[in-house]
Nanobody, 123 residues
């Protein structure tokens, strides 16, 4: 599975962005998908994950209530709607897919990674 994350950009604090993760070469409709982010000088951290059918989701405490992960299996895409953005949300955001269908949160549990898209939130 090849993944591509897109939708990043520059936004003011309090604004919104919608990231998308698209799969090519084959569908990832039966895979758990997650979003991670990495800020300069920091380790990659978990943001959100969704199971294979979209019935279960989980979020990092830092984004709970502001970010929403969803998936459209017919379009083979997973989205991350980010609202009320803060400067501390600035990072490169990566989408990843796991071989299993249930929720996973550790980077080591994901086998397929996209190239990342930069989100910059100005104060």
């Amino acid at each position: 599975v090849q993944l591509q994350a897109f939708g990043g950009g520059l936004v003011q604090a309090g604004g919104s962005l919608r990231l998308s993760c698209a799969a090519s070469r084959r569908t990832f409709s039966n895979n758990s998908v997650g979003w991670f982010r990495q800020a300069p000088g920091k380790e990659r951290e978990f943001v959100a994950a969704i199971n294979w059918n979209g019935g279960s989701t989980t979020y990092a405490d830092s984004v709970k209530g502001r970010f929403t992960i969803s998936r459209d299996r017919t379009k083979n895409r997973v989205q991350l709607q980010m609202n009320s953005l803060k400067p501390e949300d600035t990072a490169v955001y990566y989408c990843a897919a796991a071989r299993i269908s249930t929720l996973v949160m550790l980077p080591s549990e994901y086998q397929y990674w996209g190239q990342g898209t930069l989100v910059t939130v100005s104060s």
